[in-house]
C-alpha cells in the first residue's frame, strides 16, 4: 500500500509506516517504495513477486507465524523493540480488510 493523502503507510508484513520513528524521521521512505530501510527484505521480495499489497494475501498459511521470512527472530527482535504486532496487524488485516484496518489504526 503506498501512501495516501491521508499519510497512513502499511508495509508488506504488517507495519505500519507511518508510525515508525525510522519512517517519521525520514530515514525510511517505506517498503513500497524505492527507499526503503532494508532493501533486501525477502518478504518484500516475495510480496511482490506474488502482487500482494500485505502478506494478509498470501494463501499459503493459515498461521502467518509458519512463514520464515515473514516470523523470524530478526523480525520479533525487531517486534520488540519496535512494540509492534505485524502477525496481529496482518491477521487483523485477513479478518476485517485492509480499509477498515487502516480506519480502526487512524482512529487510535
Known amino acids: 500500500m503506498s501512501e495516501k493523502e491521508d499519510g497512513f503507510v ?3 508484513c504488517g507495519l505500519v509506516c507511518s508510525d515508525c520513528g525510522m ?6 521512505q517505506g517498503c513500497h517504495s524505492d527507499g526503503p530501510m532494508f532493501k533486501n527484505c525477502p518478504v518484500k521480495k516475495c510480496a511482490v513477486e506474488r502482487e500482494y499489497t ?3 494475501d498470501c494463501g499459503d498459511f493459515a498461521d502467518l507465524k509458519a512463514c520464515k521470512k515473514l516470523h523470524n527472530w530478526i523480525s520479533r527482535f525487531f517486534g520488540l523493540i519496535f512494540r509492534t504486532n505485524r502477525i496481529g496487524n496482518l491477521n487483523r488485516i485477513r479478518d476485517v480488510g485492509v480499509d477498515t484496518f487502516k480506519a480502526e489504526v ?3
Open 23 to 28: 519512517y517519521k524521521k525520514g530515514r525510511c
Open 54 to 56: 500485505t502478506c494478509a
Open 106 to 108: 487512524c482512529q487510535e
Open 10 to 12: 502499511l508495509a508488506y
